[in-house]
Structure formats: C-alpha cells, structure tokens
C-alpha cells in the first residue's frame, strides 16, 4: 500500500521516492486531459474514473492515485507560469493574463479527441478551425516570449503537416 510507504508530509508536501536511482524519470504520456483557465489548472490522467487520492508533491504539483495506489495522472498548477522551452529551461517572467490561457484553453478544447470525432477523424479540418480561432492577432497577445513562440511552433508544425493554407 502506498500510504505504508510515505513519510509525513513536510511544510504541507509530501516527498515520494518512485526510484531507488539518483536520476530522473518519466511518467507515461496521460490520455485524458482537462486544461481549466479559470482555475489555472492542467489535470493529465489516464482514467476517467475517479481518483482515490491525491498528493500535493510541490507548490504546482499533485500526483493522482487510483483506488490500488497506482499513479494514475497529475494536476500541475499554474501550467503557464512554468512552460520552459526545455527540461529545466527558463520560465518567461512576468504576470500571465487571462487572455493568455484562454488561447492556450481554446487550442486545447478544439485540439482533442472529443473534436476530432466531431469531424469524422478528419485532421485537415480540425487544424483549418484551430488556425482560424486561434490567429496571428490572438498570438501576439500572449504575455511571454516563450510561451508566444511555442504556439506559433506548434500552430505552424499543424499547418505544415496538416493544413491546407499557408496561414503561417
């Protein structure tokens, strides 16, 4: 059981060794999604059951445990505040506006599983309604330069494998 192999929690965290190794790991791609610009919250997991609990692991971090004590997803805090262009990279320093997450929010709503069944698996056309609600204008408004750049990688890389304009 997971609760016989947890120390007290310290300053309000709980600290969980997943390895005996001094190196990181990585945690398996989640299926689920549910990104909350309200709530300034990513919750990443792979059921949609509902979890048994929940350990807040740092100040932007919880890890969700299924009802067998099987890590079964993550909520990350603050997700745009922490988005760096590389493990351990450099955040983008400053305030993140409202408008910022609901860009962020939009590309995650429209860029989904849920919405490509709506379009009959048809990814030209997901990406063709993405590029057009999610424009140049929107991208400039993006507080951070690093956060800005990535949608624009990411829009772009869609439209140059999917698209069928050159809107970027």
């Not at 689920?32 to 919750?43: A, E, K, Q």
């Not at 698996?121 to 993405?130: C, H, S």
């Amino acid at each position: 059981m997971l609760e016989n192999c947890l120390p007290p929690p310290q300053d309000g965290y709980f600290s969980i060794r997943l390895t005996s190794e001094e190196k990181g790991f990585t945690v398996p791609p989640q299926i689920y999604r549910n990104f909350d610009p309200v709530r300034r919250t990513l919750h990443c997991f792979t059921r949609t059951t509902a979890s048994e609990t929940v350990y807040r692991i740092a100040s932007n971090l919880s890890l969700i445990f299924d009802d067998s004590n099987v890590l079964s997803g993550w909520i990350f805090y603050q997700p745009l505040e922490n988005i760096s262009d590389s493990y351990l990279g450099a955040n983008d320093t400053g305030v993140v506006d409202d408008a910022t997450y609901k860009v962020f929010s939009d590309y995650y709503r429209i860029f989904s599983d849920n919405e490509l069944e709506t379009y009959d698996d048809d990814l030209e056309v997901l990406v063709e309604k993405l590029l057009s609600e999610i424009s140049s204008e929107r991208i400039s408004r993006i507080t951070g330069t690093t956060r800005r750049r990535l949608m624009e990688e990411a829009l772009r890389d869609l439209q140059d494998y999917w698209g069928r304009s050159n809107k970027y």
